[in-house]
T-cell receptor, first 115, second 109 residues
């Protein structure tokens, strides 16, 4: 099956610093990738849709200047949390469908802790 | 808009059955089911694309209603390994992937 790799698995950073999370599709080209945030005991909330070669589409309430998304190639999307604060601590996870509308393949997720 | 799942949580004994529902306010292109263990990524279970479709694998099956606004996941003769949080993943006409509110399932020995 298709594999999506996400790094790092966990990161602890100081308040005010920036953190970059990478999401790679290993055996297929992903023109679209999705970034989600999940707080404890809650659902996966879509933050943004990352489109290769164009600007990301952000969901309502998600600050695009704080959560920078870059989809520079058909196999790599990155999420940078800028000027991180403790309230940004969460589980961030990416996913990519091989084909539109088909099942999404998930990265392993990144546990971000801002101290 | 996020699909609503019911029940929010369920506790079963091994061998018991469960049904998890997923309802959307609008017709969907497809619906997928995932199970997530604590601290891990969701694992894909199955996808339904057609209204009226029913499919299954071993003791887990799912259905998609004719109007393509509701799906149900059926877990029969539950096992301890079924414990986790179940999400329906839905794709609308804009091909945006939205997940349901989630159902926490715990199977007891």
């Amino acid at each position: 099956g298709a594999v999506v790799s996400q790094h790092p698995s966990w990161v602890i950073c100081k308040s005010g610093t920036s953190v970059k999370i990478e999401c790679r599709s290993l055996d297929f080209q992903a023109t679209t990738m999705f970034w989600y945030r999940q707080f404890p005991k809650q659902s996966l909330m879509l933050m943004a849709t990352s489109n290769e070669g164009s600007k990301a589409t952000y969901e309502q309430g998600v600050e695009k200047d704080k959560f920078l998304i870059n989809h520079a190639s058909l196999t790599l999307s990155t999420l940078t949390v800028t000027s991180a604060h403790p309230e940004d601590s969460s589980f961030y996870i990416c996913s990519a469908p091989r084909d539109r509308g088909r099942e999404a393949f998930f990265g392993q997720g990144t546990r971000l802790t801002v101290v | 808009q996020q699909p609503v799942q019911s029940p929010q949580a369920v506790i079963l004994r091994e061998g018991e059955d469960a049904v998890i529902n997923c309802s959307s306010s609008k017709a969907l292109y497809s619906v997928h089911w995932y199970r997530q263990k604590h601290g891990e990524a969701p694992v894909f279970l199955m996808i339904l694309l057609k209204g009226g479709e029913q499919k299954g694998h071993e003791k887990i099956s799912a259905s998609f209603n004719e109007k393509k606004q509701q799906s149900s996941l059926y877990l029969t003769a539950s096992q301890l390994s079924y414990s986790g949080t179940y999400f329906c993943g839905t794709v609308s006409g804009t091909y945006k992937y939205i997940f349901g509110t989630g159902t926490r399932l715990k199977v007891l020995a």
